[in-house]
């Protein structure tokens, strides 16, 4: 009982929507005959295992509720407040999912602890409960397998979540037939045990669910191999020269990335942001995990140079310092200023016309030779013909 295989629904298909709150309605109708057959049965059939479990399913089925509620505000877009979207709606919700296990399953457990100590004023268990254990075992295993196949092909965490929660049901249930088995055979305890036990799965499974949210909630970033892929990625692309920082961290199925990228220095600001371009396609289309990706571009590291870089004057400080020595030539049509190893470098860009009078040019390139010896910051000063017209 597996879900169709069918190609990745983006995180807005109302496709995707649609079959996650199919999958969780067809859990709750089988959570909810599960539910009212254990109770009923553990009841009539005085086994406390059988009880237990039925608790178990009805906590399934408070989870499905919250996977619904959870499932529908996800999907509501980026806005102002939540710019990023609603998916980490899921992981709260999976983290509320795996609490309420925790809870269940301390609860089932000191409950059968308690009946041990009397286990002479203990009624027999009839033989209903079996049959309601198998037939709960196998209900719940194929609900399991459904369940999966749908969180796998839709690639959201708490759908998994879900399933596996499934999976421990199917296992206490086998549990539970074994100890009421055994109890059939003569061994009063075995039912008491298989309820502790079924109490233990719950609070471990709880445990995990839970704590992997958690890490999500606080941000954990991808495995190392996820993130050596990606950093391979950006290095590959065509005008990055190194990477030296590369940061991720998941939301619900999906991934974000933020990189810093070193290009040559003195290419074009555009010529930067193209690059950038490419590596975030390059991202986006190799590893479908990753939903969004921000490229900042670097001239060097900035490890090393940021500080220094925060310190050296602006464009217009520069500027004024630079239009004094050349205005017997003429105005500038171009001035490129390029921080780098921080120190300053200045190509100046003048009409071809001014090349004309070499003794000016001279006295002009004399001038900014001189600031450069003025000023520490100032690494070169350089004058270029302009192609500007």
């Given amino acids: 009982m597996t879900a169709p295989v069918s190609p990745d629904f983006s995180y807005d298909d109302p496709k995707r929507h649609a079959l996650a709150n199919r999958s969780t309605w067809v859990s709750v109708a089988v959570n909810s005959l599960l539910t009212l057959a254990q109770i009923a049965g553990g009841i009539l059939a005085h086994s406390q295992s059988l009880i237990a479990d039925g608790m178990h399913s009805l906590s399934d089925l408070v989870c499905d509720f919250l996977v619904l509620i959870a499932s529908h505000h996800s999907k509501n877009p980026a806005d102002e407040g939540h710019p990023y979207g609603h998916g980490r709606v899921e992981t709260a919700a999976s983290f509320v999912l795996g609490a309420i296990l925790v809870a269940t399953g301390g609860t089932i457990m000191v409950s059968a602890a308690s009946k041990l100590q009397n286990l002479e004023h203990l009624p027999a268990i009839s033989p209903l409960a079996l049959w309601v254990a198998l037939i709960a075992l196998v209900c719940k295993e194929l609900l399991f397998r459904y369940m999966l196949g749908v969180g796998e092909q839709l690639r959201s965490p708490m759908l998994i979540a879900n399933a596996w929660h499934a999976r421990s049901d199917a296992a206490s249930s086998l549990v539970v037939a074994v100890g009421i088995g055994a109890n059939l055979l003569g061994f009063v305890y075995a039912d008491s045990i298989a309820a502790i036990l079924v109490g233990f799965m719950i609070v471990r499974m709880g445990i995990v669910f839970a704590w992997d949210a958690f890490q999500e909630l606080i941000d954990a970033g991808l495995s190392l191999e996820e993130v050596d892929s990606i950093r391979q990625t950006l290095i ?11 940061r ?29 371009e490419h590596a975030r396609q390059r991202v986006l289309k190799s590893h479908q995990l990753v939903s969004e990706v921000l490229v900042h571009v ?23 310092q630079l239009a004094p020595l050349i205005t017997e030539l003429a105005e500038p049509q171009r001035v490129v200023f390029h921080y780098i190893a921080g120190k300053i470098e200045a190509e100046v860009y003048l009409n071809h016309d001014c090349f004309k009078n070499g003794t000016a040019l001279k006295k002009a390139q004399s001038r900014l030779n001189e600031l450069v010896k003025d000023h520490a910051y100032f690494r070169a000063i350089a004058l270029n013909c302009s192609a500007m017209t």
């Fill in 298 to 320: 670097d001239p060097e590291d900035d490890l090393e140079h940021d500080s220094n870089a925060l310190r050296m004057p602006g464009r217009e400080i520069l500027l004024s």
């Fill in 236 to 246: 590959d692309t065509q005008g990055v020269v190194s990477l030296h920082e590369l």
């Fill in 248 to 276: 991720t961290r998941r939301m619900a199925h999906r991934a974000l990335v933020d990189a810093h990228i070193l290009v040559d220095p003195r290419i074009s600001v555009s010529e930067g942001h193209s690059i950038a």
